[in-house]
């Protein structure tokens, strides 16, 4: 059985950072007979990399988060600083071994960000706090049809529902268009 790695990514700081963590599980980096996976493959020689990209874009040198054993089911790959916009992104991470010939094994995922349109969700969400339940039961019901979208798209993603999660992203980024609230604060 060829080495399988695998990871989970999540963001912070208003999808300025995104923070990785290997989840492959034990392995060896060093010597012949590396487990990596229990397959004797990659030979787990000490010059292997580990990179990954967002998107497509520039790989980002990893290897310096990856021990040379590894014992646990999961370890940091650390925070990196990104630039993400609300909705899906491919993150792939690649683990490519020096010393027997260069292979490289791969996992791709997908996350779905939301910082800005939550963001704006909240801010009108806040605003429901000075409205008068009788005089702005319109006003009312249009920040909850907001987030009903809201909660909708955040199911919807993680339903594993790409398309039903875009759609509902683009609605709302119509209904609550970051320039109304001025951005909310969030980049």
């Not at 963590?21 to 030979?43: E, K």
């Not at 490519?96 to 260069?102: D, F, N, R, V």
Request: charged share 20%; net charge negative.
């Amino acid at each position: 059985m060829a080495f399988e790695p695998k990871i989970k990514a999540c963001v912070s700081e208003k999808c300025t950072k995104l923070i990785l963590a290997d989840v492959t599980g034990a392995h060896s980096l060093t010597g012949d007979n590396s487990d990596w996976g229990g397959a004797g493959s990659p030979d787990g020689s000490s010059d292997s990399t580990a990179t990954f990209t967002v998107d497509g874009g520039t790989a980002t040198n990893i290897t310096s988060y990856v021990p040379a054993t590894v014992a646990a089911n999961e370890f940091s790959l650390g925070e990196h600083a990104v630039t993400l916009a609300d909705g899906w992104h491919t993150i792939v991470y690649t683990v490519t071994e020096s010393g027997g010939g260069g292979a490289s094994y791969t996992d791709t995922i997908k996350i779905f960000t939301y910082c800005n349109i939550k963001c704006c969700v909240f801010s009108k969400m806040l605003e429901m706090k000075t409205l008068d339940l009788c005089k702005d039961v319109e006003k009312v019901a249009s920040y909850m049809h907001l987030w009903t979208l809201y909660k909708s798209m955040i199911y919807a993603a993680n339903g594993c529902d790409a398309d039903q999660a875009t759609d509902i992203l683009d609605r709302l980024n119509k209904l609550c268009p970051a320039a109304t609230t001025g951005g909310c604060g969030c980049s």
